[in-house]
């Protein structure tokens, strides 16, 4: 589990040129989505891939007995919905999208997509190079709530937040979203309480503070030691 004191967002351009990058908005209906609207919803047809020019997008999805899941927390420059998209048949989303914060999206139609790729043809090879990319965050991701407990988790998560959306200030790494500990929780599968618990124990061990509702992180080595760091590589190291 790598750590820096930058933001990495914009994933999609490590395997997209520029020209590359500009073909795919050329295709794209842009569109304003308010923090706390839905982007899709699980049960719509995958019908459209979205990038996310500026702000933030929560995927989610929410099980049977109401509990929410949070599986990223996607930025600008990411995609979301690719997956589905590429799919050969169309089928739902299979979970839900919303704006975490007031975000400028591009919209490309399934069709249009399709088009673009068998005109350029090195596109497709640049989308599963990020798809592969995605997945291998996910299973780290899923690897650190499964085998290390829900500290451990809370702290992998705040590692990645940090390599997200980490802002360097003289206090430390300053998060630059606001998120409450049931946002927390929603994304490693505890409850609030718990959540509470090992956030109140590293604020009073000086690890993490509160900078008007924003996270500060001052020990990260503290941080990585309780998330078993593995020594990810940074692009991988995100949320």
């Known amino acids: 589990m790598a750590t820096s004191c930058c933001n990495l967002r914009s994933r999609l351009t490590r395997f997209l040129s520029p020209d590359q990058l500009q073909h795919l908005k050329d295709q794209m209906m842009w569109k304003t989505v308010e923090a706390g609207s839905p982007v899709f919803q699980a049960e719509d047809p995958a019908e459209f891939l979205f990038y996310i020019e500026q702000g933030c997008v929560k995927t989610m999805k929410t099980t049977s007995d109401g509990q929410e899941i949070t599986f990223g927390l996607k930025g600008g420059g990411d995609l979301i919905g690719l997956a589905d998209v590429l799919s050969d048949t169309v089928q739902t989303y299979g979970h839900s999208a919303v704006a975490f914060t007031d975000t400028l999206l591009g919209v490309i139609h399934k069709n249009d997509l399709d088009a673009l790729l068998v005109q350029y043809p ?50 430390g790494i300053r998060i630059s979203l606001r998120l409450t500990n049931q946002e927390l929780a929603h994304l490693i599968g505890a409850t609030r309480e718990s959540v509470n618990r090992v956030l109140c124990r590293l604020k009073s061990e000086r690890v993490i503070s509160l900078d008007h509702g924003h996270l500060v992180i001052h020990n990260m080595e503290r941080l990585k030691d309780e998330a078993r760091c593995e020594d990810c590589p940074l692009e991988v190291c995100v949320i």
């Open 122 to 171: 090195s596109l497709s090879l640049a989308f599963m190079q990020w798809m592969a990319l995605e997945q291998r965050i996910m299973q780290t991701i899923l690897r650190d709530i499964v085998l290390y407990g829900k500290p451990g988790a809370l702290c992998s998560i705040l590692i990645r937040l940090a390599n997200s959306y980490g802002q360097p200030t003289d206090r």
